[in-house]
Nanobody, 125 residues
């Protein structure tokens, strides 16, 4: 059973930065993604990254985070990161790490087989 554990969430003022980490048990040869869900809203795609040996580790980003967030992976550590800069109050949400059943990068939640329990990010104005 794959286990994903997120860390790095917290509270920050608008314009600040946070880095989220997600450590996965088991194999590292899967596409990984970050999603978020704000209170009362549907889960939203944030970013995803493919397996590096698959296609060089291609990345996808949600429109609302392009240019501010960066996803990366360190396969030696079985860890995926989400660097979040210039945070805005609308970025406030629970952020979830997810692992696909394949190697490519995808934006649909239905393409992901395993999910972490989430980490809260709160951005104040």
């Amino acid at each position: 059973q794959v286990q994903l554990r997120e860390s790095g969430g917290g509270s920050v003022q608008a314009g600040g930065s946070l880095r989220l980490s997600c450590t996965a048990s088991g194999s590292r040869d899967y596409g990984m993604g970050w999603f978020r869900q704000a209170l009362g809203r549907e889960r939203e795609f944030v970013a995803s990254i493919a397996v590096i040996k698959w296609d060089g580790g291609s990345k996808l980003y949600g429109d609302s985070v392009k240019g501010r967030f960066t996803i990366s992976r360190d396969d030696a550590q079985n860890t995926v990161y989400l660097e979040m800069n210039n945070l805005k109050p609308e970025d406030t949400a629970v952020y979830y790490c997810a692992q696909r059943g394949g190697q490519a990068s995808r934006s649909r939640a239905s393409e992901y087989a395993y999910w972490g329990t989430g980490t809260q990010v709160t951005v104040s104005s």
